[in-house]
């Protein structure tokens, strides 16, 4: 196609990308890339300042996307057709700044304990979420899989941040490994869809097929094309690598345990929330003619999901690897959103106040993981929590509000985006799956239920020896800025739950 | 009307909560106890304003309505208040068991005292909100909102195998709300209305009713799920194990008021809305209430050496008789059911009171480790007395209404079932007054005898006899004076069931 353009057309398509329209993600490059200047221009002795820059920058970045919310011009393709704007994109954008954010300020928590350089940890956070955030709003899929890569090859850094413990670059080799394959996958799948997309043999052929708005086209002009199915199967499958749908979450339990604690929490909520992203614009733009065979695929992903994270968490005592295995069942919850959303408006507001109100409770609980971790950071165990509630009554009612909000106890933020989702499923007729979400749902309640018990329920121990040492690390103190950070997170977690107000009416009335 | 400046169902939800709020910010203790007052005699003393305030020949609408938009209004959500016939009585014994355990709790000297006055006042909203919502999401919204503060308290401060029974009672309760929950939204999606607000829902489901087979599903969903709320047979375990580990205030509270609804769904809810859903199922529930609740459970009661354990299971066989009563498909017997509903809260509250009562004198829950004690505790003994035959159903106290009712009810139902039931009152009869006569009449055993003989044991003191007069006093009020609460409950459930006794659906009848 750019071979017959001449170098009018060429020069005019240049100027016609818009590049205020991707201001945030070229502002967060830019940002990530002053945190290194500064690393080299200022003394040792101001580097602490350096994370301060991060937030405080991001901050402004929020402030001035959330100022200018609705821009003039939503609804759009720029970059002839590379990225669409929506109000979808400007909400995941918000989504994807908020982690970040939280991301960093863990990691000024989690960092203080680890000997280790401190500020590539935020530029590469920082660069990952920038490409987070257009791959929410890719149209087409050169710029997704590019997008997508820049996200999962950052991650492999973040994953074995911690170079000095043997289980984080465990955990790092197997993300890699995984990563590869899932990318892999996509990648066949793409290339299948642009090889039959591109064949001149069958109606609507388009030389564009990588782009959603044509590749929609020419699956509707052809509804039962074999290689199209395989490549959306293929597709599906890589994206269900980064949302831990099952049978593609063996990754998650060793990887989320090796991880640092605040990698951990940025590959829990906004690496699964990209891959939902993706998922919602893949299923219902580009692969929207094909529902009768989205739908199926989705639905047994989620119910198997659903059921496979539940039941693996039950017996886990290690809480990096239960909160992995019940953010696998949060995927399986959302893939019902998903699932309704081919039928049902309704759903598409719902999955994403499931995802904004997963982000408040998985940080809320990240939180206090971070305070209650010791060096190491891979070790935490369910009786490190015992007698939180005496110790710090603080960090154990955040805890206690962050699971009761993942369990979707009302009246938690957690309860509503359930509700939601189970009134759009409903609506969308999905009865066996939501027969499998209830059963989910209670089992979900005996391991949450078993860490808050852990921390607030007392429990014997038996009395330290003579020369014996508690082998529990020592709970870090709570510093005012995460202090206040997490009591904000717990209160919004509350409050969402009473009152949606208007950021509910936002959501769902579409 | 009310004459009040404010709207008094509103307040009485928000006052607790903004009282546990305030103890949740860090008040100190000094102060929290203080304000607990206020947050527990505040929805008391609204709850009887609305009842002598409540217009009389109204039930069948709702009064004091009011409507708040939480901002959820696309999908038919808002706070939308209100009392009609039926939540009238609940709502007034919502405030005065919570008013009771409030006071009990105060003076119970617990540890964390703060901390579990503020769950108890969380609870005590949630109740409040629970019977004030016309909204079927918020009326559920509430019920959980009390229910989690007790799985905590039971974790807490809960008595022996408070862990096992603090799981057994959240995985249980949560199946059952969780089932309630999808028949909720079942009701909302299949009915077309859009809405979530009852009086919405009742008047696009009496234009165009639902098929009688999805009527049959649906109601089958929310009989389960709101039957495990109410211990229904066999899904009832959980209600004696968590009774029996829970302090004092939470069982009362929760054996009270709160499991009151899924009696309170059935009969505001389903019925009206699934007649004919209800009518397929009325040989399943009454079959499972006389045989399991009642007889079975009744059995299982005698049996029972825990005091405490007793209470629990006393509780769990008489909502057999409510759902007998559900099961009639009459006004009169859902009338009588909800005037069950309050006697059986009123006095099975001063049950939970006065057991931890005697559990602080005597130092056990073992009915055969006890004896003698009305000698040296006659006014604990008096009260005691004195619960144990209202929940008997002896005349004067208000439970004899409500059983006399159902019987009355279930008698053109079934003449066998209703010969069973009342078989049922003999076997109260028998746990009832064996469990008076073992703990206070009778010679001290040995060991307690050593017990009472380095702790003296004191008769009731003021601060749990106050809670113990509140909850006797309601009781005899509406044991002499029924009508004041069957006005209203009969304008409220005559609109279903115009004769009183018939079967109403046998002419619409699919069958």
Not at chain 1, 24 to 29: C, F, I, N, T, V
Not at chain 1, 434 to 444: D, E, F, P, Q, W
Not at chain 2, 187 to 209: C, E, Q
């Amino acid at each position: 196609m750019f071979a017959a353009m001449t170098p009018e057309l060429l020069q005019a398509a240049a100027a016609s990308n818009q590049w205020g329209a991707i201001f945030p993600e070229l502002a967060l490059g830019c940002l990530a890339l002053l945190l290194l200047v500064l690393e080299i221009l200022l003394p040792k002795s101001a580097h602490a300042r350096i994370p301060v820059v991060a937030i405080l920058g991001q901050l402004v970045l929020l402030a001035v996307l959330l100022w200018n919310f609705a821009p003039t011009g939503l609804e759009r393709d720029t970059f002839n057709g590379l990225l669409h704007h929506s109000r979808d994109g400007q909400f995941m954008r918000a989504f994807f700044l908020v982690s970040s954010i939280l991301v960093c300020l863990l990691g000024t928590v989690a960092l203080a304990k680890q000997k280790l350089p401190r500020v590539e940890f935020y530029h590469l956070v920082l660069v990952v979420t920038a490409a987070m955030m257009l791959l929410a709003q890719s149209n087409h899929f050169v710029l997704l899989f590019v997008a997508l890569e820049t996200v999962t090859v950052g991650f492999y850094i973040l994953v074995s941040y911690f170079r000095a413990s043997p289980l984080s670059l465990e955990a790092g080799l197997k993300y890699l490994i995984m990563g590869a394959l899932s990318s892999a996958l996509l990648l066949f799948g793409i290339v299948l869809l642009y090889g039959v997309a591109g064949n001149p043999a069958l109606p609507g052929h388009t030389a564009e097929a990588m782009n959603f708005n044509a590749l929609n086209a020419f699956l509707a002009a052809n509804p039962d094309n074999f290689l199209a199915k395989a490549g959306i199967v293929l597709v599906l499958a890589g994206v269900a690598f980064k949302i831990g749908a099952f049978p593609f979450q063996i990754w998650i339990p060793d990887v989320y345990q090796g991880a640092p604690t605040p990698v951990t929490a940025f590959l829990a909520v906004a690496s699964k929330a990209a891959g939902f992203a993706v998922l919602l614009v893949l299923t219902l733009r580009a692969f929207a003619p094909y529902a009768t065979l989205t739908v199926p695929i989705l639905s047994v992903l989620a119910a198997a999901t659903i059921l496979f994270g539940n039941i693996a968490a039950l017996t886990q005592h290690n809480v990096k690897r239960l909160i992995g295995l019940s953010g696998v069942s949060h995927a399986g919850f959302l893939l019902i959103g998903v699932v309704a959303a081919v039928s049902t408006p309704l759903a598409l507001g719902a999955v994403y106040f499931y995802l904004a109100a997963y982000l408040l409770a998985t940080f809320a609980v990240f939180g206090v993981m971070t305070h209650v971790a010791g060096a190491n950071d891979a070790e935490q165990e369910l009786d490190h929590y015992a007698g939180l509630a005496r110790d710090n009554p603080f960090l154990a009612a955040v805890l206690a509000v962050g699971l009761g909000s993942l369990a979707g106890i009302p009246p938690l933020a957690g309860f509503m985006g359930k509700l939601f989702v189970f009134i759009a499923a409903f609506k969308a007729g999905l009865y066996p799956l939501l027969t499998v979400a209830i059963v989910g749902v209670v089992i979900s309640i005996y391991y949450y239920f078993g860490w808050i018990k852990a921390a607030f329920f007392e429990a014997w121990r038996a009395p330290l020896q003579e020369g014996e040492i508690d082998d529990r690390p020592a709970r870090t103190p709570v510093a005012w800025p995460a202090g206040v950070t997490l009591g904000l997170l717990a209160l919004c977690t509350v409050l969402l739950g009473f009152y949606q107000g208007s950021f509910g009416e936002w959501l769902l009335t579409r | 009307m009310s004459q009040l400046p404010f709207d008094p169902l509103f307040v009485s939800i928000a006052t607790p909560l903004a009282v546990a709020l305030a103890i949740a910010f860090g008040l100190p203790k000094r102060y929290s106890v203080k304000l607990a007052y206020v947050g527990f005699a505040v929805p008391a003393l609204l709850a009887l304003h609305c009842w002598y305030h409540f217009p009389a020949g109204a039930g069948a609408d709702y009064v004091f309505a009011t409507q708040y938009s939480t901002g959820l209004a696309s999908l038919g959500i808002s706070l939308k208040l209100g009392l009609n016939g039926i939540a009238l009585p609940l709502f007034v014994l919502a405030g005065l068991v919570g008013l009771a355990a409030g006071l009990y709790a105060i003076q119970s000297q617990a540890e964390r005292l703060k901390h579990y006055l503020m769950l108890l006042l969380i609870m005590q909203g949630g109740l409040m909100g629970v019977f004030a919502s016309v909204d079927i999401f918020f009326f559920y919204f509430f019920h959980e909102l009390a229910l989690i503060p007790t799985f905590i308290m039971v974790g807490v401060w809960g008595g022996r195998d408070r862990n096992y029974a603090a799981m057994k009672l959240t995985i249980y309760l949560t199946l059952g709300a969780m089932l309630s929950l999808i028949g909720l939204i079942a009701i909302y999606v299949k009915s077309g209305a859009n809405s979530f607000d009852l009086v919405t829902l009742r008047h696009t489901l009496v234009a165009t009713p639902l098929a009688g087979g999805l009527q049959k599903h649906l109601f089958g969903l929310l009989m389960f799920g709101f039957g495990i709320l109410v211990s229904l047979w066999p899904f009832h375990t959980w209600a004696p194990l968590g009774y029996g580990a829970a302090p004092s205030s939470a069982a009362m509270l929760h054996a009270g008021v709160l499991k009151k609804f899924g009696l309170y769904g059935l009969i505001q809810i389903a019925l009206p809305l699934l007649p004919l859903g209800a009518s397929q199922w009325t040989t399943v529930l009454a079959g499972l209430a006389v045989f399991g609740n009642i007889l079975v459970v009744g059995f299982i009661t005698m049996a029972q050496r825990d005091l405490k354990q007793m209470v629990g299971y006393s509780s769990v066989m008489h909502m057999g008789y409510a759902f007998l009563g559900i099961a009639c498909l009459s006004s009169l017997g859902a009338g009588g059911v909800v005037l069950l509903m309050v006697a059986h809260g009123l006095s099975v509250a001063l049950l939970f009171l006065l057991t931890t009562s005697i559990h602080h004198r005597t130092h056990t829950f073992d009915l055969n480790e006890m004896g003698g004690l009305a000698q040296k505790t006659p006014v604990l003994a008096a009260f005691f007395v004195a619960a144990t035959l209202a929940s008997i159903g002896l005349p004067g106290f208000a439970n004899f209404w409500g059983e006399l009712t159902i019987f009355v009810a279930a008698w053109t139902y079934s003449k066998v079932l209703t010969a069973c039931a009342v078989g049922g009152i003999i076997i109260s009869a028998v746990y009832g007054l064996r469990t008076a006569a073992r703990v206070f009449f009778g010679t001290p055993t040995e060991e307690l005898a050593r017990v009472t003989a380095a702790h003296p044991p004191a008769d009731l003191r003021w601060s749990e006899k106050l809670p113990a007069i509140i909850l006797l006093a309601a009781l005899l009020f509406i044991g002499f004076w029924p009508k004041s609460l069957s006005t209203p409950l009969n304008a409220a459930l005559h609109p279903a069931w115009p004769a009183p006794g018939a079967l109403p659906l046998q002419t619409t009848s699919g069958k």
